[in-house]
Nanobody, 124 residues
Framework: VQLQAFGGGLVQAGSSLRLSCAAD????????VGWFRQGPGKERHLVAT???????VYGDSVKGRFTISRDNAKNMVHLEMNSLNPEDTAVYYC???????????????????WGHGTLVTVSS
């Protein structure tokens, strides 16, 4: 599975942005697909993930502001980001994996496939 993330950019605080992750190769309807982000000098953390059955898990800092969704027919996963603030500035990566148990969903090491990331910069 090859993943490509796109949709990043420079926005002002309070704005919205939509990221998309497109998959080539085998259909990832059976995969868990997550968005992670890594800010300057920080570790990579889970933003949101969506399992093959549609269940979702969000990082605490984005709950209520971000929404993850998937379109299996188009092999795509989207991340709708609202009320952005400067702390959301990071490189955002999409990742996919199969057979990930619930407790491991926030763990980047549980995901086998990674895209190249897209930069989101939020100015104050």
């Amino acid at each position: 599975v090859q993943l490509q993330a796109f949709g990043g950019g420079l926005v002002q605080a309070g704005s919205s942005l939509r990221l998309s992750c497109a998959a080539d190769g085998q259909s990832f309807s059976r995969f868990t697909v997550g968005w992670f982000r890594q800010g300057p000098g920080k570790e990579r953390h889970l933003v949101a993930t969506i399992r093959w059955n549609g269940s979702k898990v969000y990082g605490d800092s984005v709950k209520g502001r971000f929404t993850i969704s998937r379109d299996n027919a188009k092999n795509m996963v989207h991340l709708e980001m609202n009320s952005l603030n400067p702390e959301d500035t990071a490189v955002y990566y999409c990742a996919a994996g199969s057979g990930i148990i619930y407790s491991s969903l926030p763990n980047p090491d549980a995901y086998n496939y990674w895209g190249h990331g897209t930069l989101v910069t939020v100015s104050s």
